[in-house]
């Protein structure tokens, strides 16, 4: 199993990034996935989840409204469309496979890809 | 919103038994996953499922849910095992990590 996110930088606050993760080495149609991010120097914190068909959503009341998580089976692809981006959303952000078609745990993740909103 | 709470640090000799502690509402009513986390690496889960080993995880690494309270307990501590651990669980279709504990081997 592997998986490579892309896409972090340097953006403004109020600007826009799309982050990708590139899934191998697993049935990446036959399970859900994860965004998690960590800002500098603090503890996790779970993003969105987005079911194996694409066809259910969810996310953490600090992103609802802003973020967009979507996947292309085809692509082997996750992907994370950040709006409104603030200060507070910087962090180093991970993909991270779920082990079935539901929540439960993270078993394999990314090495990350840092994002960083400041002017 | 559902909280975990974890104890900052814990701090063990070599060769002693470490247990970190994870404390929520009901939580043994939950499937607890944790996850240690080295400085610059992803997290990596050692235990899922409130005990379950995932293949090449140490046999020292065991975990249990009752209650109120989950803990994670590594025996035989290793200077190898220092690192963040983290708790996680599932609330309301939403993931929850508690905030983190910081193990010293010394």
């Known amino acids: 199993v592997q998986l490579v996110e892309s896409g972090g930088g340097l953006v403004q606050p109020g600007g826009s990034l799309r982050l990708s993760c590139a899934a191998s080495?697993?049935?990446?149609?036959?399970?859900?996935m994860n965004w998690v991010r960590q800002a500098p120097g603090k503890g996790l914190e779970w993003v969105s989840i987005?079911?194996?068909?694409?066809?259910?959503?969810y996310y953490a009341d600090s992103v609802k409204g802003r973020f967009t998580i979507s996947r292309d089976n085809s692509k082997n692809s996750l992907y994370l469309q950040m709006n409104s981006l603030r200060a507070e959303d910087t962090a180093v952000y991970y993909c991270?496979?779920?082990?079935?078609?539901?929540?439960?745990?993270?078993?394999?993740w990314g090495q990350g890809t840092l994002v960083t909103v400041s002017s | 919103s559902y909280v975990l709470t974890q104890p900052p640090s814990v701090s063990v000799a070599p060769g002693k038994t470490a247990r970190i502690t994870c404390g929520g509402n009901?939580?043994?009513?939950?499937?607890v996953h944790w996850y240690q986390q080295k400085p610059g690496q992803a997290p990596v889960v050692v235990i899922h499922?409130?005990?379950d080993r995932p293949s090449g995880i140490p046999e020292r690494f065991s975990g249990s849910n009752s209650g109120n309270t989950a803990t994670l307990t590594i025996s035989r501590v290793e200077a190898g095992d220092e690192a963040d651990y983290y708790c996680?669980?599932?609330?309301?279709?939403?993931?929850?990590f508690g905030g983190g504990t910081k193990l010293t081997v010394l």
């Open positions: 009901y939580i043994g009513t939950k499937s």
């Open positions: 991270a496979k779920d082990p079935s078609n539901s929540g439960s745990s993270f078993d394999f």
């Open positions: 080495g697993f049935t990446f149609s036959s399970y859900a």
């Open positions: 499922y409130d005990s």
């Open positions: 987005i079911s194996a068909s694409g066809g259910s959503t």
């Open positions: 996680q669980v599932w609330d309301s279709s939403s993931g929850v």
